[in-house]
Nanobody
Framework: QVQLVESGGGLVQTGGSLRLSCAASGRTFSSYAMGWFRQAPGKEREFVAAISLSGSNTHYADSVKGRFTISRDNAKSTVYLQMNSLKPEDTAVYYC???????????????WGQGTQVTVSS
């Protein structure tokens, strides 16, 4: 079992930055690929970014490429999402997710956090 707890969400103006964190429980964090997803009101949950076990491979949705950066610290069992140049359309609840071994960009992750709200004002 893996438990995930997100933090770092909040209200920011257009063009601002936020860093989300996701702390994982358990002693095998380095065995899990990690992903970030988001869900805006009235929309389906969508992929944002993902990172491989060691952090050597990362994947991004086209809508966030060049603005968001995913990273992980296996010693701290934490994955991060640095979000720069935020836009109103980035407003959503952001979720982190864990999947054993193989990184994917679909929602095929076994464990999910409770989400953290990000609101970007225009």
């Amino acid at each position: 079992q893996v438990q995930l707890v997100e933090s770092g969400g909040g209200l920011v103006q257009t063009g601002g930055s936020l860093r989300l964190s996701c702390a994982a429980s358990g002693r095998t964090f380095s065995s899990y690929a990690m992903g970030w997803f988001r869900q805006a009101p009235g929309k389906e949950r969508e992929f944002v970014a993902a990172i491989s076990l060691s952090g050597s491979n990362t994947h991004y949705a086209d809508s966030v490429k060049g603005r968001f950066t995913i990273s992980r610290d296996n010693a701290k069992s934490t994955v991060y999402l640095q979000m720069n140049s935020l836009k109103p359309e980035d407003t959503a609840v952001y979720y982190c997710a864990a999947r054993k071994l193989v990184v994917v960009t679909t929602n095929q992750y076994q464990y999910w956090g409770q989400g953290t709200q990000v609101t970007v004002s225009s």
